[in-house]
T-cell receptor, first 114, second 110 residues
Framework: GAGVSQTPSNKVTEKGKYVELRCDPI?????LYWYRQSLGQGPEFLIY????????DSGLPNDRFFAVRPEGSVSTLKIQRTERGDSAVYLC????????????FGPGTRLTVL | GEDVEQSLFLSVREGDSSVINCTYT??????LYWYKQEPGAGLQLLTY?????DMKQDQRLTVLLNKKDKHLSLRIADTQTGDSAIYFC??????????FGQGTELSVKP
């Protein structure tokens, strides 16, 4: 398809485990964003990539969270030593950076930490 | 930092107009956006407005921007039951990251 895809759609893990969440942006989009949405809240910014580099990681809550985009396309959000408070929907968006900087969102990965 | 506020709920009758309001604190944003989120679905971009505009119309949607009062609104004309969803206001921050409000749940009654 032509949209942003995210895998897995659901992830259940135990406290203390490591998880990886994947995002495939729209082909040709140079900008990629990660957000986190808790129940009943709006999405909160985590990190932004322009190409391969993290241009702004100011939203990452602590050093357990890390993201990469090694070839400037697919991105992986990595969470170490998961905690119950990490449970949320993790959203990825991509943008071509054109007029309006419209961001197109994927369906999200629902992470549940037991 | 930037703060974006929305009322949490709005209920209207089918065929009426809906007006969803949003206030924000940072006046330096270049673009302001409205997104729609249906249950179990991702965020869908509805429309956006450039900060030097007062109004933008797109079919049943009208966006009004009052920069002086830092107030953004989305009007949906002839609201349908299919418009029931959560609507998010978002303000463009540094680097293009979006700062979202907490969302307004629109309920359309037949």
């Amino acid at each position: 398809g032509a949209g942003v895809s995210q895998t897995p759609s659901n992830k259940v893990t135990e406290k203390g485990k490591y998880v990886e969440l994947r995002c495939d942006p729209i082909s040709g989009h140079t900008a990629l964003y990660w957000y986190r949405q808790s129940l009943g809240q709006g999405p909160e910014f985590l990190i932004y990539f322009q190409g391969t580099g993290a241009a702004d990681d100011s939203g990452l809550p602590n050093d357990r969270f890390f993201a990469v985009r090694p070839e400037g396309s697919v991105s992986t959000l990595k969470i170490q030593r998961t905690e119950r408070g990490d449970s949320a929907v993790y959203l990825c968006a991509s943008s071509s950076g054109g007029s309006g900087n419209e961001q197109f969102f994927g369906p999200g990965t629902r992470l549940t930490v037991l | 930092g930037e703060d974006v506020e929305q009322s949490l709920f709005l209920s209207v009758r089918e065929g009426d107009s809906s007006v969803i309001n949003c206030t924000y604190t940072d006046s330096s944003s270049t673009y302001l956006y409205w997104y729609k989120q249906e249950p179990g679905a991702g965020l869908q971009l509805l429309t956006y407005i450039f900060s030097n505009m007062d109004m933008k119309q797109d079919q049943r949607l009208t966006v009004l921007l009052n920069k002086k009062d830092k107030h953004l609104s989305l009007r949906i004309a002839d609201t349908q039951t299919g418009d029931s969803a959560i609507y998010f206001c978002a303000v463009g921050g540094p680097g293009g990251k979006l700062i979202f409000g907490q969302g307004t749940e629109l309920s359309v009654k037949p």
